[in-house]
C-alpha cells in the first residue's frame, strides 16, 4: 500500500493508541473519546458562541471556528481523538434542503420529503465535495492546529437516517413518515438511499484528503427498523459506504483510514454490521458488552458503551461504572466512548472523571496481563 499523499502537509501524530485499537493492535491503555464531543455542556462553548452573536449552522460554515470549537474539549481532557464540529445534516443541505437550528424550536426544514414527486426539488449533481468545502477547510485547519496531539475524526449520517431527517423534519415523530415511505414507496426510498450513499462516498473520501485519520457514520435511527428492513434498506447501503470509501481511497493511492460504524438500537444487525467492512463497530448503552463482543467477534474493534445518563452520577458511581465496563469489554481492540452523545446539562467535571477513569483502570489491568 502506497504511503497517504497527505502526511507530508502535517505534523507526525503523537499519540496513534485510538489508531492502533482500530486496526487491532496492541494498546498499553484504553482510547477514549466521546459523542458530542464539543458543544453545549462546556461553559467556553456557549460563552463562545454568545460573544460571536451566531448560529449553530455558522459556526459549521466558518472554519476557524469550526476548529476553535474541535480543540475545546481537548484543552480540558486527555482525550485521545478529537472530532470535527459539524452535523449529519450538511449533506441534505448541499442537496438544496434548506435547513437551520434555532434554539428553543430545534431544527427548522424549509422543505420536506412528502411524496416521490418531492425528490425532483433536490440537487442531484452537486459536487459536495464543492459545496460542502467549508469542512474540508476546517479539517485540514484543525489537523494543523492539532500539531499532531490526537488523531481527528471526520464524520457522515448514514443513508437511512438523513433519509429520515428529510422525511420527517426531526429524529422523532408522532407518525412513521419515514418508514411509511419505505413501504408505500419503496422505489423511490431505494433512489433516494442511493443518492445519499453516493454523496456521502465522496463526501467522506474528500474528509480523508482533507486530513480525516478516521471516519465514523452515524446511522443513529437505525433501531427504528426491524431486521427485514434494515437489511433492505440499511444495512446494503452502509456496506457500499464502507467499500466504496476503501476502493476510492486506494484508487488515490491515498490509504485507508479506520471506519467506524454506529448503528443505534439496531442489536438484531450487530453480526452483520462485523461483516460489512468497518473497522469498529460503535454500540449504544443497551446491550451487554459480552453479548456485543460475541455477535461482533474477535475480529473487529468495539466501541463504546457507558450510558451517557451516567454522567450525571457521583464521582464513585461513575468510576464503579467506568471500571466494570473495561472489565467486561477488555483493554484490546475496544475503544472506549459513550453509548450515545453527551447530554448538554451534564456536569463537564464528570466527563473528565469518565476519560481519566478509562486510562487509569486499563492501565491497572494492562499491568497485571
Same mark, same amino acid.
Request: aromatic share 10%; hydrophobic share 40%.
Given at each position: 500500500?502506497?504511503?497517504?499523499? *497527505? ?61 476553535? *470549537? ?12 478529537? !472530532?470535527? #464540529? ?12 434548506? !435547513?437551520? *437550528? ?5 431544527? !427548522? ?52 437516517? =438523513?433519509?429520515? #431527517?428529510? =422525511? ?49 457514520? #452515524? ?80 475480529? !473487529? ?33 475496544? *475503544? ?34
Amino acid at each position: 500500500m502506497a504511503a497517504p499523499l *497527505i502526511t507530508q502537509f502535517f505534523p507526525p501524530l503523537k499519540n496513534d493508541l485510538i489508531l492502533r485499537a482500530a486496526k487491532g493492535e496492541k494498546t498499553e491503555r484504553v482510547p477514549v473519546w466521546l459523542m458530542r464531543q464539543a458543544g453545549r455542556y462546556l461553559p467556553e462553548y456557549n460563552q463562545f458562541k454568545k460573544d460571536n452573536s451566531v448560529s449553530f449552522f455558522e459556526m459549521v460554515r466558518t472554519p476557524s471556528m469550526a476548529c476553535e *470549537i474541535t480543540l475545546q474539549p481537548l484543552k480540558r481532557f486527555d482525550l485521545d481523538a478529537a !472530532i470535527i #464540529f459539524s452535523d449529519i445534516l450538511v449533506i441534505p443541505q448541499a442537496l438544496g434542503v434548506g !435547513i437551520e *437550528i434555532e434554539d428553543g424550536k430545534g431544527m !427548522i426544514f424549509d422543505f420536506l420529503l412528502n411524496t416521490p414527486e418531492d425528490l425532483n426539488k433536490l440537487n442531484t449533481v452537486v459536487d459536495v465535495t464543492q459545496e460542502l468545502h467549508y469542512v474540508m477547510d476546517a479539517i485540514t485547519l484543525t489537523r494543523q492546529t492539532l500539531e499532531g496531539k490526537v488523531p481527528l475524526i471526520g464524520f457522515a449520517g448514514a443513508p437511512w437516517t =438523513i433519509m429520515k #431527517f428529510m =422525511i420527517e423534519g426531526g429524529s422523532s415523530s408522532p407518525l412513521p413518515k419515514a418508514r411509511r415511505w419505505l413501504v408505500q414507496y419503496p422505489d423511490a426510498s431505494r433512489q433516494l438511499l442511493q443518492l445519499l450513499t453516493s454523496k456521502t462516498v465522496d463526501y467522506l473520501v474528500a474528509q480523508v484528503k482533507a486530513g480525516a485519520q478516521l471516519l465514523q457514520v #452515524f446511522d443513529s435511527c437505525a433501531g427504528e427498523l426491524g431486521p427485514y428492513q434494515f437489511n433492505k434498506f440499511a444495512l446494503p447501503y452502509l456496506r457500499e459506504i464502507a467499500y466504496c470509501v476503501r476502493e476510492k481511497l486506494n484508487d488515490q493511492q491515498i490509504e485507508h483510514v479506520p471506519m467506524t460504524v454506529f448503528a443505534k438500537d439496531a442489536h438484531f444487525a450487530l453480526e452483520d454490521l462485523s461483516k460489512c467492512g468497518y473497522d469498529v463497530v460503535s454500540i449504544d448503552w443497551t446491550i451487554k458488552p459480552a453479548h456485543a463482543r460475541r455477535m461482533i467477534g474477535s475480529r !473487529i474493534t468495539v466501541q463504546g458503551n457507558l450510558d451517557p445518563s451516567m454522567l450525571y452520577a457521583s464521582t464513585d458511581d461513575l468510576k464503579h461504572e467506568v471500571k466494570t465496563m473495561v472489565e467486561k469489554f477488555g483493554t484490546q481492540r475496544y *475503544i472506549a466512548n459513550l453509548g450515545h452523545g453527551v447530554h448538554k446539562d451534564v456536569n463537564f467535571e464528570n466527563v473528565k472523571t469518565f476519560v481519566d477513569a478509562i486510562h487509569m483502570y486499563s492501565e491497572e489491568i494492562n499491568a497485571t496481563l
